[in-house]
């Protein structure tokens, strides 16, 4: 029986930064138009940890009964290594997801804006078939563009709509940037496993592209948010400050670049969850009160 840290662990709170990351830029986003709402934000943030907690926990669960986390490094794997059951596992992955559908339902009808229950349903969807079903797209290599999507894109945008009822183009270039660090972690974690997906036929995005290849495309899309940060500060020049969690990216890109293996990449994904964070919250905090 898994005990609490061990559920902890299972839920990957190396991740949680994906979730707080977006909400961060987005209400950023919507004070720096004037309609900021920290309930709403409160509400919007609820949902974004709720889904990522569940998508984890099914990832661990459709693995699992699988046999694919059999040979994994990295965080604890609750049912590969029979701590919890299958059964216990999904059961945690679903109550998250409804935990996602009732609090943003509440969103949507606070904010009065119907039409993003579609929204919604696609994300819920997205998070159990990432590697849920008989052909989930998590195995076919499509992960990063659902999480530069989902976590980025509709995360942050999503999140500025219903506080200030519009998406403006800061919010598009912070949703990009977001979008950019939340694939990377993804990339950073798939880049790990390749020898052990490989070896399970899933065929992950880093999978297809190879080791160099996926190493070249984590430092790309590294780039990204500080490109975004020098547009954005031309419209607001103290976003520009939000460059200085590129400070928090020497280790991982020493890591990656270093053409590290194994154990050696697990804290690439923690460092670079805490530079997307911290460049949220600067860019933020710079669009809020600068």
């Not at 609490?4 to 662990?9: D, H, K, Q, V």
């Not at 961060?24 to 986003?29: D, F, H, P, W, Y």
């Not at 709720?50 to 990295?74: E, H, K, P, Q």
């Not at 290599?141 to 200030?164: D, W």
Request: with cysteine.
């Amino acid at each position: 029986m898994a005990t609490l840290a061990e559920w902890i662990e299972g839920a990957r709170p190396r991740t949680l930064p994906n979730a707080v990351a977006p909400v961060l830029a987005g209400t950023g986003a919507a004070a720096y138009a004037g309609h900021a709402s920290p309930a709403y934000a409160a509400l919007a943030l609820v949902v974004a940890l709720a889904l990522i907690i569940g998508v984890n926990f099914a990832n661990d669960y459709s693995d699992g009964i699988r046999g694919t986390d059999d040979r994994r490094v990295g965080p604890v794997r609750l049912v590969a290594t029979g701590l919890a059951t299958p059964a216990s596992v999904r059961a945690s992955a679903l109550s998250c997801l409804v935990v996602a559908c009732v609090v943003g339902a509440t969103l949507i009808v606070l904010s009065g804006h119907w039409w993003l229950f579609a929204v919604g349903a696609a994300c819920v969807a997205g998070a159990w078939f990432y590697t849920g079903s008989a052909k989930p797209y998590g195995y076919a290599g499509f992960g990063e563009p659902a999480v530069f999507v989902f976590f980025g894109l509709v995360a942050v945008l999503g999140t500025m709509y219903v506080q200030a009822d519009v998406v403006s183009p800061t919010a598009v270039a912070c949703a990009v940037a977001i979008g950019a660090f939340s694939a990377a972690v993804l990339l950073a974690n798939n880049l790990r496993d390749i020898r052990s997906d490989s070896a399970v036929g899933k065929r992950t995005l880093a999978v297809r592209l190879g080791d160099g290849g996926t190493r070249r495309l984590y430092v790309a899309l590294l780039v990204l948010p500080f490109v975004a940060s020098l547009l954005v500060g031309t419209w607001h020049p103290p976003a520009t400050f939000a460059v200085v969690s590129a400070l928090l990216l020497i280790a991982p890109l020493r890591t990656v670049l270093g053409r590290h293996a194994g154990y050696a990449l697990v804290p690439v994904l923690r460092d670079t969850g805490l530079a997307m964070l911290l460049w949220a919250a600067v860019t933020a905090t710079a669009l809020a009160f600068g």
